[in-house]
């Protein structure tokens, strides 16, 4: 059974940093096609934060993050992380990790992942 399990979401003010984990029971990281982080704002639909491919290739990251957040992984650990910084009110949201094994044409497309965290709640105050 395939479990993945986020932790590092806070209360932080606008300007601070977390880092999110997302550690894979289970299921293989270095197998994986591509995994991705994605949040949910209440009263809005899941979005795109930034997908990875651990076999390599140019990460993704959706315009509103881009030049402060960072998607990594850790191989050895079957983590992956999100580096947040310069963290804005906007980005208060529940985070969910989730993980393909297969070829995807969209990998910042949520629908194309079978696998997904609980997730883990991140609130930036101004």
């Known amino acids: 059974q395939v479990q993945l399990a986020e932790s590092g979401g806070d209360s932080v003010q606008a300007g601070g940093s977390l880092r999110l984990s997302c550690e894979a029971d289970?299921?293989?990281?270095?197998?994986?096609?591509?995994m991705g982080w994605f949040r949910q704002a209440p009263d809005k639909a899941r979005e795109v934060v930034a997908s990875f491919y651990p076999r390599g290739g140019r990460p993704y990251y959706a315009d509103s993050v881009k030049g402060r957040f960072s998607i990594s992984g850790d191989s050895a650990k079957n983590t992956l992380h999100l580096q947040m910084n310069s963290l804005k009110p906007e980005d208060t949201a529940m985070y969910y990790c989730?993980?393909?094994?297969?070829?995807?044409?969209?990998?910042?497309?949520?629908?194309?992942?079978?696998?997904w965290g609980q997730g883990t709640q991140v609130t930036v105050s101004s």
């Open positions: 989730a993980a393909r094994s297969g070829y995807s044409r969209s990998c910042d497309d949520a629908g194309q992942y079978p696998y």
């Open positions: 289970g299921y293989t990281y270095s197998n994986s096609y591509c």
